[in-house]
């Protein structure tokens, strides 16, 4: 079983920054995409950023320029910096985890499917 932990959400004023943290814990062996999406009340999730074990990274148009995502490796856990918020980037942010291999009695398993994290309010005020 895999969990996903975030942090680093809150209150911030227009223009001002927050970085969100995401922990991946269990039996892990390799994660192939994490992720960051958001979910703005009366609207569908949507991608935010995500990031390859390979370092590949991928933004949605409307943060490229503002956000950047990291991610270490050896800990499973990634980062989402957010800078020049607008009150537009109000919403949950969750943290997701694809392409996983756990270790389960010294040998490596597909997980089928992919997995979240409770969320992360972000509020940007104007």
């Known amino acids: 079983q895999v969990q996903l932990v975030e942090s680093g959400g809150g209150l911030v004023q227009a223009g001002g920054s927050l970085t969100l943290s995401c922990a991946a814990s269990?039996?892990?062996?390799?994660?192939?995409?994490m992720g960051w999406y958001r979910q703005a009340p009366g609207k569908e999730r949507e991608l935010v950023a995500t990031?390859?074990?390979?370092?590949?990274?991928t933004y949605a148009e409307s943060v490229k320029g503002r956000f950047s995502i990291a991610k270490d490796n050896a800990q499973h856990t990634i980062f989402l910096q957010m800078n020049g918020l607008r009150p537009e980037d109000t919403a949950v942010y969750h943290c997701?985890?694809?392409?996983?291999?756990?270790?389960?009695?010294?040998?490596?398993?597909?997980?089928?499917?992919?997995?979240w994290g409770q969320g992360t309010q972000v509020t940007v005020s104007s």
């Open positions: 997701n985890a694809d392409q996983v291999y756990t270790m389960v009695g010294g040998n490596v398993h597909f997980t089928e499917g992919d997995y």
């Open positions: 990031i390859t074990s390979g370092l590949i990274t």
């Open positions: 269990g039996s892990i062996f390799s994660i192939g995409v």
